[in-house]
């Protein structure tokens, strides 16, 4: 029993979730609260993907599928995982998992031991962290700097590696900054990985539809040099709106990918059948909801930078992906997450403390564009009004 304790007192949670709880109490109140802080789109699940979802339910599809999941669905990952990045990858090495928390929960369970390092974006997803304690490996921050762009360095990511370095995760476009990284400093990191061949990645790229200002995706899947150790997380939630459904994929290097459908099995089993159904119309269905939603998030995101510089002792960089801002809020006054309270509670405003992402995210708050033009125009009318009348306590 005190081994269960101890591992389970190392866990963190995220703390978007716990925000969202108490941004929903205050509206209960009778509160008027515009969330700005949690990471979801704002765009229902399109149509036609919601019509196959009820198709497979309506023909019969209730029971188990197979673990690593329906052929169809992984099928159609290999296939859109060529059409986006040219690059050749067989269905049986795609996972189907419930998620995409489930590939890093799988990925870090892998490596993650007493004695190993493990590498992770620091600001970023809170659940890197959380997993690499639990499992009782040391985890080693990468350090994502603002005067970076966001974009991991490839020479100061090298510079941390170790003879114990067994597992790096990369992120990119970012959550929570928006970072992306461009496909130079991406080929240095991969050259400089050839010196490593003990170090497997983690390339979480859930985000790597979502890009602007002329920027490319470029994935971790395109270097042949590391896909014999290279995992690949993507899924549909937030491509394609479906954070509700549970529905993601990975990609896995033969050694690693039975060891992947042993933990599903002991885990989850497998996804929702009709869940992964609707996967199959989302990848091969028309891509018009994806572009029209990025457009969308593209002119929010201009709002949003060009708001928050407008803000007393706020500055904010252009984010190049995903569908967050991560502004600099130091010259406030305010501690980042005193601050992120006082506008939820004050102003009416849920974002996000920037030490929720890690301890480099101090000086910083997270705000999520995935809400509508109006709510955000407001939300940035009240921020200026609360620092323009709160000083820090």
Same mark, same amino acid.
């Given at each position: ?34 969330? #700005?802080?949690?990471?979801? /789109?704002?765009? %229902? @699940? ?5 019509? !196959?979802? &009820?198709? +497979? =339910? ?109 597992? #790096?995760?990369?992120?990119? /476009?970012?959550? %929570? @900054? ?5 496909? !130079?400093? &991406?080929? +240095? =990191? ?204």
């Amino acid at each position: 029993m005190t081994a269960i304790v101890s591992a389970f007192s190392r866990i963190g949670e995220e703390n978007a979730f716990a925000v969202l709880a108490r941004a929903t109490e205050l509206e209960r109140q009778g509160r008027d609260i515009i969330n #700005l802080g949690i990471g979801q /789109p704002d765009f %229902p @699940t399109p149509a036609h993907i919601v019509e !196959a979802g &009820i198709k +497979a =339910l309506c023909d019969g599809h209730h029971g188990y599928t197979p673990a690593t999941g329906i052929l169809p669905l992984r099928e159609a990952v290999a296939a859109d995982l060529h059409r986006r990045f040219a690059v050749e990858v067989s269905p049986d090495s795609v996972m189907i998992v419930p998620g995409g928390k489930v590939t890093m929960f799988m990925a870090i369970l892998m490596f993650g031991e007493p004695g190993a390092e493990i590498l992770y974006p620091d600001p970023g997803f809170p659940i890197y962290r959380s997993m690499i304690e639990f499992t009782g490996a040391t985890p080693v921050p990468v350090p994502i700097r603002e005067s970076n762009g966001f974009a991991f360095s490839a020479a100061e990511t090298l510079s941390l590696i170790t003879p114990r370095t067994r597992l #790096l995760i990369l992120n990119s /476009p970012a959550n %929570p @900054t928006g970072g992306v990284t461009p496909k !130079a400093e &991406i080929d +240095a =990191l991969v050259a400089g990985l050839g010196a490593h061949p003990q170090v497997a990645i983690l390339s979480d790229e859930i985000y790597g539809t979502m890009t602007y200002d002329g920027e490319t995706h470029v994935s971790l899947l395109s270097y042949p040099e590391i896909r014999d150790r290279l995992i690949y997380l993507d899924g549909a939630s937030k491509t394609y709106a479906m954070t509700g459904w549970r529905l993601g994929w990975s990609v896995w290097p033969k050694p690693l990918y039975d060891a992947a459908r042993k933990l599903a099995v002991n885990s989850h089993s497998c996804v929702n059948a009709a869940t992964q159904w609707a996967g199959v119309e989302a990848l091969q269905g028309s891509q018009d909801c994806v572009r029209q939603m990025v457009e969308v998030f593209d002119r929010r995101r201009k709002l949003v930078v060009e708001g928050l510089n407008g803000l007393l002792g706020v500055s904010c960089i252009t984010p190049k992906g995903a569908f967050y801002a991560f502004p600099n809020v130091t010259d406030t006054g305010w501690k980042a997450k005193p601050l992120a309270s006082a506008l939820l509670e004050e102003a009416g405003v849920a974002v996000i403390g920037g030490p929720d992402f890690g301890i480099h995210g101090e000086g910083y708050i997270r705000l999520s564009y995935a809400n509508s033009e109006e709510n955000i125009a407001r939300a940035l009318e009240r921020m200026g009004e609360f620092l323009s009348r709160r000083k820090a306590a």
